[in-house]
């Protein structure tokens, strides 16, 4: 999902219930997830009070269910001025952990690289280094340039900062009053796990890439120590989860290019490196149906939705993304636009309602491809502005609404005819899944084969290819004269799997692979069914 998501339901967790073998686990063990960004972030008020502000997404919320039956431990960077104000009062008393009043059972470990070590990690390698390229995002005639500060900040950034995260995993692990397992996320803490296992070879490990995996000659944009760091770092780890089977193998065929010396078990999916396994698996991430629900049917999206039957039309197509170049947002412009050219009779019957949500506002290319958003939604209107006059209407094609709002996405999807998600690479793209589990029109998914979600629901959805201008264009036009018949049978079939797939099922797949690789440990301790 674009936007951020609600962080409460309830007592504020999804509300799950796990297989005994999984509950058995959480309860003999520690868990210690290590994400870059943290569950909550600490903010002062003008008054000088210190106010939570809890982070939100799938990830919050799995692990947050989690913690419900285990004893956790979030690792995560000091984001703001006042996370660093608390981390250094912690440091002078002496104080580890920090007690989440907002998230029963977690604690809160920071970890505080200096500014400089920060942005060399985050701003020029986790982004948009390795974001762009694990989204296929490089105009490679032109960059990236891997040059002398790329290289400084790849050994005094992302090499350092993934070092303290080690260290702080590391010290939480010894303070821990169970079993620790170790849950890192994402993209930026590749390196990670090497310094980890250095320090604590006997401690289980799993990283859980969110992210799309590209194919291994695109990697060969990275110089080869990179890339054979990256491998080397994951490949430290006892279990590697990715969101789709294509990204799995290609994780494979990356290994299999940059480290010769590997073996590699297609069929079992197995890599032994230097003595150690790892198990790549796939466990595609999926929404909490209830929450999305619950707060789909807030006061909120209620306003939101009697302020949004305003826009729309007698057909209504909508987008709900983050206004970045991997979401492909230009060109579902251009696509509609080839729509109108082609079926002059829709002038003044489909207006295209577009909720995008600025992020990564410090990178150039972000900043420049909202600008191109901007200016294609201009031309649209001006375009078509005329020929609706002509036609005795006042209609306006594109309403674009930009802001960070999550009720009111939900709002939207309740009424499109059409769903657009042609985004050009995705790890998975819940939008997908929201938009089928709320839509009251049977309304049609047009869904890119680049999405990851494109594997579990493209065979109920129009495909495109991402660049397909033309192609976009008629999946519109076929999604909107769909017959209703069919219209029903797609909805219908998302829905239930949506449903069927949920968050919990993402979590409760990781914890079976982590009991089953236990039990193999310790068989007399923890079985876990087959």
């Known amino acids: ?103 029963p059972g977690f604690r809160l470990r920071f970890v505080v690289p200096d500014t400089e070590a920060y942005r060399g990690y985050y701003n020029r390698i986790a982004n948009p280094l390795l974001w762009f390229l694990q989204h296929y995002l490089w105009d490679t005639p032109r960059a990236p340039d891997i040059d002398h500060e790329t290289w400084q900040a790849w050994h005094e950034g992302y090499v350092a900062v993934n070092r303290l995260f080690a260290e702080e995993v590391v010290a939480a692990a010894a303070a821990a009053p169970r079993d620790p397992i170790v849950l890192l996320q994402d993209y930026h803490l590749y390196l990670a796990p090497t310094f980890i296992r250095e320090l604590r070879p006997d401690l289980l490990l799993h990283h859980f890439v969110h992210i799309p995996w590209p194919d291994q000659d695109y990697w060969r944009l990275l110089p080869l120590p990179m890339r054979r760091a990256i491998c080397e770092g994951l490949l430290a780890n006892d279990i590697v989860g990715f969101q789709t089977p294509r990204h799995a193998r290609s994780f494979l065929n990356t290994v299999d290019a940059n ?53 729309r039309n007698e057909y209504t197509i909508i987008r709900v993304d983050r206004a970045e170049p991997s979401k492909n947002v230009v060109r579902g412009f251009l696509a509609y636009d080839r729509l109108l050219e082609k079926h002059p009779e829709l002038i003044g019957r489909v207006n295209f309602l577009a909720f995008l949500v600025p992020t990564r506002m410090e990178v150039a290319e972000y900043i420049n491809y909202l600008d191109e958003i901007n200016a294609v939604v201009g031309r649209i209107n001006a375009k078509y502005a005329n020929a609706a006059e002509i036609e005795g209407i006042h209609w306006e094609p594109v309403h674009l609404f930009v802001g960070d709002d999550y009720p009111r996405a939900l709002a939207a999807m309740k009424f499109y005819d059409v769903l657009l998600v042609n985004a050009i690479f995705d790890g998975m793209n819940l939008v997908a899944k929201e938009g089928a589990l709320l839509n009251e029109r049977n309304g049609v998914l047009i869904l890119s084969e680049g999405a990851g979600a494109y594997q579990q629901l493209g065979q109920w959805a129009l495909t495109v290819s991402p660049t397909d201008i033309e192609g976009t264009a008629e999946a519109l036009w076929q999604g909107l004269i769909m017959p209703a018949a069919e219209r029903a049978w797609r909805a219908e079939q998302l829905r239930r799997h949506v449903v069927e797939h949920d968050l919990r099922r993402w979590l409760v797949d990781q914890l079976h692979d982590i009991a089953d690789l236990r039990a193999e440990r310790a068989p007399h301790r923890l079985i876990a069914p087959s």
């Open 259 to 311: 480290l010769p010396e590997a073996e590699v078990d297609y069929r079992r999916r197995e890599v032994t490196y230097r003595g150690h396994t790892t198990r790549v698996r796939v466990y595609p991430i999926s929404i909490d149906p209830e929450l999305v629900r619950a707060v789909a049917e807030s006061e909120d999206a209620r306003r939101h939705r009697e302020h949004l039957e305003a826009f």
């Open 1 to 103: 999902m674009a936007h951020q998501r609600a962080g409460q339901h309830r007592d504020g967790q999804l509300d799950v219930q796990l297989p005994d073998y999984a509950r058995e686990l959480l309860e003999r063990s520690t868990l210690i997830i290590v994400s870059n960004r943290g569950p909550v972030e600490f903010h002062q008020t003008n008054d000088g009070e210190i106010a939570t502000k809890r982070g939100t997404g799938g990830v919050i919320t799995a692990m947050s269910a989690a913690a419900r039956f285990a004893d956790a431990i979030w690792v995560a960077c000091a984001m703001t001025p006042t996370d660093r104000v608390i981390a250094e009062e912690m440091r002078q008393r002496r104080e580890a952990l920090l007690t989440i009043p907002d998230l």
